[in-house]
């Protein structure tokens, strides 16, 4: 059974267009968890975009949510992430100016600070992940670098999908990248505008154990409910 984790970022997005507090993130993390979602994930952005510190306490403290934290690969965010205690972290690249998150990490250039910051938070408990891109040497390097787990980015798969090109080879890079971690006793995990149709077709890839969809089970829950969207792709995700 593929686990599910639902990004909550966007739900703090549509709150902070009123400088508000309605909806609540905290309010969202525990109501995806009710209707099965096995993980809430979070992205505190250095510009807090969305997701905010106070968020990030609020959720962190409700031991009964399990708690996915997204953070650029930096000290600053590593000592966030190690007082809040989250029981995942997801460490990805981060741009101030880009709308989302455009790519993988860069393995090679980052190497010693990533392999640092893993290292750290291992010490304390917290089970890691790599944001990289489903590429073979990104994965070689992720062995190296000793995590646990790495997500495959399928921002470029989901987009090919969606306006009706051929996917197959971004669907092979996929394929062998997730082939590749699992032989190297990486858990494998991917994400990234993900929505119905990518999860159907990831859903056969019985190397990946987790989907980590978010701006899609938001933005179709106006229109659907969550509780519908949850129940649709975690049936779609086993299949």
Not at 38 to 53: A, F, G
Not at 131 to 142: A, G, T, Y
Not at 171 to 195: C, F, P, R, T, V
């Amino acid at each position: 059974m593929k686990r599910l984790g639902v990004n909550i970022d966007h739900v703090a997005t549509l709150r902070n267009a009123r400088k508000s507090f309605h909806p609540d993130p905290l309010l969202a993390a525990k109501r995806v968890i009710q209707l099965g979602a096995n993980s809430v994930t979070i992205h505190l952005r250095e510009d807090r975009r969305h997701i905010n510190d106070k968020d990030l306490q609020k959720i962190a403290k409700d031991k009964k949510i399990p708690l996915n934290l997204e953070i650029a690969a930096n000290i600053k965010m590593l000592k966030i992430a190690l007082k809040n205690k989250p029981n995942f972290v997801c460490l990805v690249p981060e741009k101030r100016e880009e709308v989302t998150t455009e790519g993988g990490l860069n393995l090679k250039k980052n190497k010693i600070k990533i392999k640092q910051i893993i290292s750290k938070l291992k010490k304390n408990k917290i089970r890691t992940s790599l944001f990289i891109n489903p590429n073979l040497q990104d994965v070689r390097l992720s062995k190296e670098l000793n995590t646990d787990c790495i997500e495959l980015h399928t921002g470029k798969l989901s987009e090919l999908i969606k306006f009706n090109k051929k996917f197959t080879k971004e669907l092979n890079k996929i394929k062998k990248s997730s082939k590749l971690g699992y032989q190297l006793g990486i858990e494998i995990h991917a994400g990234h505008g993900m929505d119905y149709k990518t999860t159907k077709i990831l859903s056969k890839i019985n190397y990946i154990k987790e989907f980590n969809i978010g701006h899609f089970i938001i933005g179709e829950s106006v229109f659907n409910g969550l509780n519908k969207v949850i129940k649709k792709i975690k049936k779609l995700s086993n299949n």
